[in-house]
């Protein structure tokens, strides 16, 4: 049952597609600045306070790319999210993506591989070889013989004392090691600013991400798959993008912050 207060479908339609024309306003706005075409840049909309409603709303504006931060959440949502857009597809709805794309933003336990392997499309936060072990090994099983997991190496870039990410010294050491795995696909990076971080801040961070990101490609680790940066959430995605970012990971600024969330 409705309550009087929940927003209609179209109003919550209305409302997404104003803020994410705005985000995608603010991305092409950073790619200018950056000399960089505005194509460069991935959006993955972060679902994690997201409402159902909006996840379906955003679906039906053409994003394909959302991600997650637990296992749990990402293998129902991926699931439940898939057959919404399946149907879409099957009634000819315009202008939806042909496919979705998940990516797993959080850190994944090695227990939790087989559970989460099967949804992910993009794990985002590679962070030992322990990890990289365990779903070389579970993988040919998992996503079918011949599907690599695709991954990018989460490194801890900020300084923080953070629980995730490689430190930067273990950096290209860990994609040296993930590129030998056959049932891996390295292709990237990804980083975290500090919450607390200005601009400049978070734009230092990303700047020590890319100077790894660089380096590891001068060194032909992983080839050509090493293609991506992934860098920036809502209060400083255009820092990301000034540093080459070539994803960017937004939430709030698209779904609202969560204490604006209407309860559920
Ligand atoms: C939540 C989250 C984001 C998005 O954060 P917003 O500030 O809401 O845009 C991006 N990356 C990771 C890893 C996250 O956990």
Redesign the pocket.
């Known amino acids: 049952m409705q309550d009087a207060t929940t927003d209609t479908a179209d109003e919550v339609t209305q409302g997404l597609s104003e803020r994410l024309a705005d985000v995608r306003q603010r991305i092409a706005a950073a790619c200018e600045k950056a000399g960089r075409r505005t194509e460069s840049v991935t959006l993955v909309a ?1 679902t ?2 997201a409402t159902p409603e909006q996840i379906r709303a955003l679906i039906r504006l053409g994003v394909a790319d959302l ?1 997650e ?1 637990h296992v749990q959440n990402l293998q129902q949502r991926a699931t439940q999210f898939n057959e919404v857009h399946h149907r879409m597809l099957t009634s000819r709805t315009p202008g939806i993506a042909p496919k979705l794309r998940w990516h797993m ?2 850190h994944l336990q090695r227990n939790k591989v087989k559970l989460a392997a099967p949804h992910i499309t993009m794990l ?2 590679l962070d030992s070889l322990r990890l990289a072990e365990e779903i070389d090994q579970v993988a040919p099983k998992l996503l079918g013989a011949g599907n690599r997991m695709a991954c990018l190496m989460q490194i801890n870039c900020s300084g923080e004392d953070q629980k995730t990410g490689v430190a930067v010294g273990a950096a290209r050491h860990l994609a040296e090691q993930v590129a030998d795995m056959p049932n891996l696909r390295l292709m990237g990076v990804m980083t ?1 600013a500090r919450i607390s971080d200005t601009h400049d801040q978070a734009r230092h961070t990303y700047a020590r991400c890319r100077e790894i990101f660089e380096e590891i490609k001068q060194h032909k680790i992983a080839g050509e798959d090493m293609r991506h940066l992934s860098m920036g ?3 400083d995605f255009e820092a990301g993008i000034l540093e080459g970012a070539t994803i960017v ?5 698209i779904f609202g912050k969560r204490d604006e969330q209407p309860s559920s």
């Open positions: 972060v994690k306070y991600a931060n933003i959080g985002q936060t975290m959430m809502s209060d990971r937004i939430g709030s600024a």
